[in-house]
């Protein structure tokens, strides 16, 4: 069984650029969850995406956005680029969230703003 | 904001060694999980906690939920040089709700 996967593996930006990150859940799971991974700051929580729906937003301004198509893969969109946006973007997901069921991670994507 | 403390940030062990790591948090959890990430990968879920004193284990690792339900900790015993990595407790208050992240404990052993 195919695990999360994320695309690209890496992706370099300037700064005012805007980036889009992709995620395909294992097979069977709905909800989608984002992260963002800078040095030295462990997992932020960016984004949660259940059944197409947003469910849960982090401490992130408005320029992070994402959305979750019909088969449960999801994008996250990071607008005008800052230089502090560079980190590793983690993708999660699991069956659902009544209560907590566990999140498989992907690989991340390494974005790099220069 | 929630924000989980975790320590020690690194360490530095002799293979064959045990381990013993922990987080605190002031807020309470009902959820505690610990996670390891590996260069290059994603974090891969280790133990998940339900209960305020439940103590499980996985392997040569073992976690403890403690009963104030606002701290956790994880050993490893017999070290091997596979454990190398950076592992991360997580909690989270309900099932509706963000998980929050410590900021990692970097684990090395020396040969």
């Known amino acids: 069984e195919a695990g999360v996967t994320q695309s690209p593996t890496h992706l370099i930006k300037t700064r005012g650029q805007q980036a889009t990150l992709r995620c395909s859940p294992i097979s069977g799971h709905t909800s989608v969850y984002w992260y963002q991974q800078a040095l030295g700051l462990g997992l932020q929580f960016l984004l949660w995406y259940d059944e197409g729906e947003e469910r849960n937003r982090g401490n992130f301004p408005p320029r992070f956005s994402g959305r979750q198509f019909p088969n449960y893969s999801s994008e996250l969109n990071v607008n005008a680029l800052e230089l502090e946006d560079s980190a590793l973007y983690l993708c999660a997901s699991s069956l659902g969230q009544i209560t907590y069921n566990e999140q498989f991670f992907g690989p991340g994507t390494r974005l790099t703003v220069l | ?111």
Request: charged residues 15%; hydrophobic residues 35%; aromatic residues 10%.
């Open chain 2, 1 to 111: 904001g929630q924000q989980l403390n975790q320590s020690p940030q690194s360490m530095f062990i002799q293979e064959g060694e045990d381990v013993s790591m922990n987080c605190t948090s002031s807020s309470i959890f009902n959820t505690w999980l610990w996670y390891k990430q590996d260069p290059g990968e994603g974090p891969v879920l280790l133990i998940a906690l339900y209960k305020a004193g439940e103590l499980t284990s996985n392997g040569r690792l073992t976690a403890q939920f403690g009963i104030t339900r606002k701290d956790s900790f994880l050993n490893i015993s017999a070290s091997i040089p596979s454990d190398v990595g950076i592992y991360f407790c997580a909690g989270q208050l309900g099932g509706d709700d963000k998980i929050i992240f410590g900021k990692g404990t970097r684990l090395h052993i020396l040969p």
